[in-house]
T-cell receptor
Framework: QSALTQPRSVSGSPGQSATISCAGTNSDVGAYNYVSWYQQHPGKAPKLMIY???KRPSGVPDRFSGSKSGNTASLTISGLQAEDEADYYC???????????FGGGTKLTVL | QVQLQESGPGLVRPSETLSLTCAVS????????WIWIRQPPGKGLEWIGYIYYSGSTNYNPSLKSRVTISLDTSKNQLSLKLTSVTAADTAVYYCARLMTTVATDYWGQGTLATVSS
């Protein structure tokens, strides 16, 4: 069982928006503004899409955005494209002892 | 361009030690934090731990008693050792560079380590 809870699957049609949630606790997501989101295509290494809750690395389209409310972080993908179909993982800082915890991953299907 | 390349034996016997290396090019390991993450087949990501060039380390509490991450600055590479392995340790192991607290900017392609007799 993963430390952070994500829905197993989310779907959307091309051009629509999809939101993936990441539920944690007041010891991880709720305590720090250090949440990252990773995209992983089959057989590939994960790719950083969002860090520090809502910052986008260079090269990541602005269709990807992140937010946080209380103990839950969210990744929103607007204007869905076929290439967005992938697994998405959230990751949160959890203090100096545990350091980092991942969500179980969400499979995004673009219908 | 920063590149990371994991290597190690693809098959490890139960109760033995898994040893992996990650060769880094395009950047000095004497900067940044470097991490290991693993992914069992068909499952999610698991944080293993990090190391800083100073030698400071932090390990996942669930693995802490069995894991060691180290640096070899002469070879510009980092290593992972996991002792007393079981089938549950079968996974693709990734090394990566930590950009900020839990954000990585460069990853290796991953190496599959299978624990089986």
């Amino acid at each position: 069982q993963s430390a952070l809870t994500q829905p197993r699957s989310v779907s959307g049609s091309p051009g629509q928006s999809a939101t993936i949630s990441c539920a944690g606790t007041n010891s991880d997501v709720g305590a720090y503004n250090y949440v990252s989101w990773y995209q992983q295509h089959p057989g590939k290494a994960p790719k950083l899409m969002i860090y520090d809750v809502n910052k986008r690395p260079s090269g990541v389209p602005d269709r990807f955005s992140g937010s946080k409310s209380g103990n839950t972080a969210s990744l929103t993908i607007s204007g869905l494209q076929a290439e967005d179909e992938a697994d998405y993982y959230c990751c949160s800082y959890a203090g100096s002892y545990t350091y980092a915890v991942f969500g179980g991953g969400t499979k995004l299907t673009v219908l | 361009q920063v590149q990371l390349q994991e290597s190690g034996p693809g098959l490890v016997r139960p109760s033995e030690t898994l040893s992996l290396t990650c060769a880094v090019s395009g950047a000095s390991i004497s900067s940044y934090y470097w991490i290991w993450i693993r992914q069992p087949p068909g499952k999610g990501l698991e944080w293993i731990g990090y190391i800083y060039y100073s030698g400071s380390t932090n390990y996942n509490p669930s693995l802490k008693s069995r894991v060691t991450i180290s640096l070899d600055t002469s070879k510009n590479q980092l290593s992972l050792k996991l002792t007393s392995v079981t089938a549950a340790d079968t996974a693709v192991y990734y090394c990566a560079r930590l950009m900020t607290t839990v954000a990585t900017d460069y990853w290796g392609q991953g190496t599959l380590a299978t624990v089986s007799s």
